[in-house]
Structures are given as C-alpha cells and as structure tokens.
C-alpha cells in the first residue's frame, strides 16, 4: 500500500503542447482492485486513459523502478497508471481551484489506502470487545451487531473513515467530542467536536441516549473515493458499566457491491429485520401471499432495508403487497430519522415508465418535499410494475408537510399516458360508448409528432372532426386559441381524407381573410382500414388592428373558408369582411355580387379598391346589409319600410363622414343599388335547405344613376362563382334571345346593344325587345371540348333558375309569386328567352328547367 500511495504524491495542472486538452498531473498509480479518486463533480468533460498493469517499486514516496508485467521485480507490485484529460482550460484560477480540487481528492485516497488495514482492525477489536464486555442490551442485539460487524470485516464494506467521539455535556446540552488521535482515513483530521451532531435539533440529539447497539445511516457528505455516493455511516455506541451511553465508535465508507446483491436473510441485521416483518405479517412463510411478501423483502432497496425500522419496512412491505401486481400508482415516504432528507418509494405501471416519466416525478417531489436535490434508481422486473426509488434531500430539519394522497393524484396524472388521458378526454366529451369508438378508430394511430405537439384534450376534439370525413370531398376545420401562447396567435386546423389540401390553395384563402400564416404542422394518420386522414395545424395571426377573438368570428370563419374551399364563395378580398365585418359568408357574397354588376355598368373603381372601401369602413357596409335584410327578408316585421327608411338616414348620416370621395361615391353606388333592387332569391335555399350558390337581383333601373343610357325598364342580374349574367327587357312584355357572351370584362355593354337591336326588330311583333347573355367564370383547365360544353351547359341552367327565382307564375289562371320572394313592384309573370349565339341547341335545356318551376307553357 505504502508503494502505490507513494505515486500518487505528485499532482499537478498544465497544458499539453500536443493535444488540445488540459491535463492534470503526469500520472496517477492506482492500485488494481482499491480505492481510486473520484472525478472532479466540476462542469467538465473527462476523459480517462488507463495503461496495462505494470510492476512499480517506491523507496520512501518515490517511485524507483516501472516495468512491463511479463519482466520480474523483486518487491514490487503491479499498479495500474491513469490520464485523465479534461476540456481545454486556460483560465489560471479555475486550473488552480482544480488542482486544490484533485489535491484534496488524492489526499482523501492516501488516508484511506494508508488507514484501511487500521480501519479493519478496529472493526475486529470492537467485535471483540462487544464479545468480552457487552453492554447491558438485549443478548440478541448484541450477538447480531457482532456478526454484523463481522459481516463487514470479511470484504462486505470498504472502509474509508473511522472516529471515535464521547459523549458530555456542555452548558446543559450534549455534545459528541472527538477523542484526540483516533481519526483514521478520511477522518483524521477530523474537527474536535462533531460538526454534524452539533448542529442537530435537540429532539434528534436525544437519540444518542438511546440503549442502542448500532446506527446505519447516510452521511451528510459523498464520498471523494471509490463511487460518488453518499458516505455509508455506522456508529457502534459505547456504554458504561450502568448501562448509559457515553460515546460513539464512527466507521465512514462504502457497502461493496456484494452487500447488495446477497440476499438480506444471508446479511445479519438484515435477515432479523426480514424475520420480524414476516412474523408481524403472520402470513406463513409457503404460503402464495407469504412468498409474495418475501420477495418484495429481497428485492427492497438494500439501503433502505439497513436504515429503515422494522415497524417502517412492515408498513410499506405490506403496502406493496396489496398492490397486487395491478396498475396502480402508490408512493410510501419515509422521513430520514436524522432531518436530513426523504426516502420515496414510487410504484408506477411498467409500460408507462420512461425518462421523461422519472424526471416529472423528480420534479413533482422535489416541489412538494421542498428538495434540494434529488436521486434515483429504479428497478424493472418481470412486474407488472416498475419501482423508483428517489431520496429527495431537503434543507435539514425543515419538512414540509405533505398530503401523500394529493402527491399520488399528481403522479397518476404523471404516468397516464398520452393515450390514456385521449382515451378518458373522449370518453368525457363524447359519452363512454362513442369516445371509446373514437379513440380505438382514430386515437390509437395519431403519429408520435402529433402526441408531442397537442394535449388530450384538444385531441378529443380533433377525434370527433375525424369521424366524419368520409371521403376526399369531405373537410372538417376547427378555429381556435390556444392555451399559452403569444399575443394574438390563432390556430387553424384543417382536417381532410387521403390527402392534405395544398398549402398553395390555403394560403391565398386565409390571406384574403385578412390572416397571417406563420407556419404549418402536417399530421398523416394512417389509419387501421388502410385509410388516411390528414391534419394541418396552421399558426396564423390576424393582421388588422380591429380587436377580436377567434371564439367570437369561429363560425362564421369556417362557413366561410369551408364555401371558399367548396367554390360556393369566390377566393377574393371580399372575404376580409368576414373578420373586418363580423359578415357571413352569404353576406359577403351578397356585396361582392352587387360589386360585379357595379363593374359591369362602368363604375370608375376597381374591384380591389371596393373590397378595400367597404373593409374600411366595415360599419356602413353592415349598415347597407342590414338595409337589404330589412327590405327582403321574408321574416321581417311588417313596418319594415319605417325601419329601412330609419337605415337609410343612417347610412346618410355615417357617409357624412367619409373623408374620401372615391369611397363616398362607392358606398352611395351599393346604397342606390339596393333601394332599386325590387326583388330577390336571396331567402330561396335549395330544397335540402341549403342556401343557394347563386344570387339574382331585379333591378328599376330607372333609379340607378351609374347605368348608361339606354335604360332597360326590368333588368335581371344573376351572379354566382361559376356565373354572371343579365337579362334586360324594355317593357313587361318583352321577347329576346339569351346570349353565351365570351365578353367577361363588359357583357353587359355587348347585351345592351343587341337589347336596342332587338327593340327594333320587334316593332312589328310585340311593342319592345329583350335580350339576356351570360359569361363562364370557370372554364375547364383541359382542352376538352366536351367538358367545355358541359361546364356551359350548367352556366346556362344557373342563369335560367336566376331569371325564374324572382319572376311570377301563372297557374291555374292565378298568379303565383315565387317563394321567399319579398316583392317591390307589381305583378310581372311574363318571361320570354330564345336561342342567340352560343344557345341555339339549347331550347331542351331551357324547356327543362321552365318545366323545374312549373314555367312552361308547351307548344303554346
């Protein structure tokens, strides 16, 4: 022993020229199989280097001699030498705190090889004291502390420290006074009296008094040498002749690794504590239940079967008996005798446990036992249950209390799993049936990115989003704000069938809703039919000034950007009314209707500066829709043209105080517009009660100043996504021909003309002429001839059911007004259309849909 110490005299810090690392020292012998320094516990990356065993010999702390293990050295032995590198360190303070840090390492490895052979004695001379002079406890105590002692002596505790103390009195309180020059190994120098003993509540001090043979604790300290654990403490006691406690014989060090994997019936002090719990159980020892609660018993953490009572292991052995292999979460506390820290035994399912799981439970008992630090092990077994051991240290003698029962709610909450809390949150949204079918059709298949990015319960909800996606035609969407996040953040999310819908469509829709798009997260579920459903969850931020929040606009957003998506609604600045407005997504299209007829009679603004116009001044386009609602919807009370007459001095009053010109004469256009608006489908849904995709107006065009002259006596616009049309006629009884215009931009013009056109032909006929066109909106991408044809067939049909919407009937020999259809103007059944450019082998078709409404009138 005296030879290796001898090596490790020397240690110093320095930078090796060669290599870009710090180095402390040439070398370090270490003897194999002994006590070694501990790396430094610093913020510092290590790295060791371990040469083959080779002989050394020393004369008085000076190595003498090195040679390779296969040449002879008469006296030596063989030693293994180590170099440690570390991160480059150039900073001359902290090189030199290391090498204080490694000196006092080295110094603690010296006493302990140079004292471990003195250590063992004293081991052995207290045995054999405690054999010739016992002190007046129980024969039984006595003879198991002896074979305890023994125990340890025979290579089952490596020792590294050994004091001896009296116990006295001072000014009325006890102390423990070291007895001078019986420090041995890390303990030599020791201080006077035990810092750690003086420095104890007095209730804890009192148990010095106590008849008791031994203690078995954890030290405050950990250990510098061998493993960097806490110090293992045991005090063997002395007594006088009366029985009384006068001292303490203090050993510091190290189980080996033997006394933990030895069964504790093999250990003595150990087996009597096994035996005692066992008995106390009165189970028998062949017994199922008996063997059970023998086996928690060996597989107890061994340090807490050395420190714990009897009464301590019996209550949280029996505790863990009960649990019964079921997935329950349990957790048993055990107060450190000593103030000093808690014990924590946590049993938790052994498929939920994972890192993560382990530090939230670290976590948690670190903020509930108000810890200082925390440790841990666990042990996985063939049990259903895993086992976490953790001893959360605490500032000493100040323990919270704690609601153990409350601690546990937090660590069931912890080790449910991501799927467990979906699986309970559908349940509680859903019901227990149809949240169970939703989390087995959909839950259990949410990608790991998913699981990772949103909380259960909003996964519940996306579920039920899921569920109706039947196929590619098919969306689902849900608006919303999330729980913590920044200042004006929204979420949307879009949810659709095989395929995810292309971020270069989404964009520009949500963009003309007046939203920013930060960023996108795309989920694939694949689920168990082979199927897929695909989520996007969008980051998106409103980019206007106008305050409000997602829950107040989310249902008329998402009719909005559903009908966009469907191409019920066009894709276009309008849309920011929605937002901007608090308008629904019929009303917008209401607005954007008038505004293509407005483009239609020349009005000097473009579509985007009247998007712009109506946006900014949001409050008097609700005022013009509100004057709509009230002149044309069915519902409404019968004073409605005292209450639109009150609107319309409203709306007046408002354009006062519009400073732009431009947006005046805008905003006066669609006033004008829907005072000479007579009739309208608007309030005419579909049979299946859906609201219709086309939108026809019948105007007096004598009170519209904007229209160029001629004036038509009864004009008719159609509009809708895939449509726009007019019908124009100089009188009631009118006769003309309906026109499929390729003139997008000003059909309006080119049917106006063929309308003075076909005034003079009828002359002969019927007093005045009428003439109708249409323009496609949407004409197919491909070539194809057919599909071109088709697509204009069905302009063709929405423009007809335009014209019939709002035109009366005759059945019977009494007039029949059109459904939903408030009326402004006098009865107006006559409707005559013919074939023009474009529609001449069209007449079936037209006859067909007069035939929808009842309109035909045969071969008459």
């Known amino acids: 022993a005296s030879a290796s110490a001898a090596t490790w005299g020397a240690c110093w810090a320095g930078w090796s020229p060669v290599s870009p690392t710090t180095w402390p020292g040439p070398a370090w012998g270490c003897p194999p199989g002994r006590a070694r320094p501990r790396w430094s516990r610093s913020a510092r990356h290590g790295r060791w280097r371990r040469s083959p065993p080779a002989a050394a010999s020393a004369e008085r702390g000076r190595l003498e001699q090195l040679v390779v293990p296969h040449e002879d050295l008469i006296g030596a032995r063989q030693e293994s030498f180590i170099r440690a590198e570390i991160d480059k360190e150039t900073d001359k303070t902290d090189l030199a705190a290391l090498e204080a840090e490694l000196h006092g390492y080295m110094n603690d490895v010296n006493a302990a090889v140079y004292d471990w052979a003195a250590m063992r004695a004293k081991a052995s001379e207290i045995i054999n004291l405690l054999s010739k002079k016992p002190p007046k406890l129980e024969p039984a105590e006595i003879s198991e502390g002896i074979k305890f002692l023994d125990w340890l002596v025979n290579n089952h505790f490596t020792f590294l420290g050994y004091r001896e103390y009296d116990l006295a009195a001072e000014n009325g309180e006890d102390v423990l006074k070291a007895v001078p020059e019986s420090g041995l190994g890390i303990l030599r120098n ?153 014990s924590c035994l946590i049993y938790v399912p052994r498929d939920r446990y994972n890192t993560q799981v382990r530090e939230k439970i670290q976590g948690l008992l670190k903020h509930r036992l108000n810890g200082t630090e925390v440790e841990s092990s666990a042990q996985i077994s063939e049990s259903v249950l895993a086992r976490v051991h953790m001893i959360v240290r605490t500032t000493p003698w100040q323990f919270p209390k704690y609601d153990i029962q409350a601690i546990e709610s937090e660590l069931e909450e912890i080790v449910r799993s991501w799927q467990d809390k979906l699986s309970d949150a559908a349940v509680d949204m859903y019901g227990e049936e149809q949240g169970l079918k939703l989390f087995h059709r959909y839950g259990e298949f949410l990608p790991a990115a998913y699981r990772e990015d949103v909380k259960p319960k909003a996964a519940a909800f996306d579920l039920g989003k899921m569920e109706g996606l039947v196929n590619e035609q098919s969306l689902h969407m849900s608006l919303y704000r999330p729980q913590h996040n920044p200042k004006g953040l929204w979420r949307f999310k879009l949810f659709h069938a095989e395929q995810p819908l292309p971020i270069s469509d989404v964009l520009p829709m949500l963009e003309n809703m007046g939203l920013k798009v930060i960023s996108e997260r795309p989920y694939e579920v694949d689920l168990n039919d082979g199927s897929i459903v695909w989520i996007q969850d969008f980051d998106i931020i409103y980019s206007t000034t106008r305050a409000i929040q997602p829950e107040d606009v989310k249902e008329i957003f998402q009719e909005t950007f559903a009908n966009v998506w469907a191409g019920n609604a066009e894709n276009d600045g309008f849309n920011r009314l929605v937002l901007g407005g608090n308008l629904e997504w019929r009303q917008v299209a209401l607005m954007r209707a008038y505004c293509k007829y407005l483009l239609q009679t020349g009005i000097p603004f473009s579509q985007a500066y009247m998007e712009q116009t109506l946006t900014s001044n949001a409050t008097i386009t609700r005022q013009l829709v509100g004057l709509f609602e009230t002149r044309f919807d069915p519902k409404q009370s019968k004073d409605r043209d005292s209450i639109a007459a009150k609107i319309i001095d409203d709306i007046h009053t408002a354009l006062d105080t519009v400073t732009s010109l431009d947006d005046d004469r805008i905003l006066r256009a669609y006033l004008n517009l829907i005072r000479a608006t007579l009739r309208t489908n608007y309030y005419q849904p579909h049979a299946d009660k859906r609201p219709k995709e086309y939108i026809s107006f019948k ?132 409707l005559v259309v013919a074939a023009d450019k474009g529609t001449a082998t069209f007449s079936d078709i037209a006859n067909g849909v007069a035939a929808e409404y009842g309109f035909w009138l045969g071969d008459a």
Request: aromatic share 10%; net charge positive; glycine share 8%.
């Open 190 to 342: 020791s201080a006077n009296k035990s810092q750690s003993f003086m420095v104890l509540p007095k209730d804890i001090r009192e148990k010095a008094r106590r008849k008791e043979l031994l203690i078995i604790t954890k030290a405050n300290s950990v250990s510098t040498v061998h493993r960097p654990s806490y110090l293992d403490y045991i005090g063997i006691k002395r007594f006088n002749e009366k029985g009384e406690v006068i001292g303490e014989r203090r050993f510091l060090g190290l189980f080996t690794s033997s006394a933990y994997s030895r069964s504790p019936r093999d250990i003595p002090l150990l087996r009597q504590k096994v035996e005692q719990v066992m008995l106390r159980s009165r189970l028998p020892f062949n017994s199922h239940a008996g063997k059970a609660l023998l086996h928690i018993l060996e597989t107890f953490p061994r340090d807490e079967l050395f420190q714990a009572s009897t009464e301590e292991l019996f209550r949280t052995a029996t505790g863990v008996q009960q649990l019964q292999e079921r997935q329950h979460v349990k957790v048993f506390i055990r107060r450190d005798g000593f103030g000093r820290y808690f």
């Open 699 to 830: 105007f007096d065009p004598q009170q519209i100043p904007e229209l160029p002259l001629p004036k038509p006596a009864f004009e008719i616009w159609v509009y809708s996504p895939r449509v726009e049309g007019v019908h124009l006629r100089g009188g009631k009884v009118a006769r003309g021909g309906l026109r499929w215009s390729d003139r997008r931009e000003d059909f309006r013009t080119e049917i106006l003309g063929l309308m003075k056109a076909q005034q003079v032909k009828n002359t002969l006929i019927v007093p005045v002429g009428s003439k109708g066109g249409f323009v496609m909106k949407r004409p197919p991408t491909s070539a194809d001839r057919e599909a071109f044809m088709k697509e204009g067939i069905e302009c063709y049909r929405t423009f007809l059911r335009g014209l019939l919407d709002v035109t009366d009937n005759i059945v019977d020999g009494k007039l029949v007004p059109p459904k939903n259809v408030v009326r402004h103007d006098q009865d107006d059944p006559y």
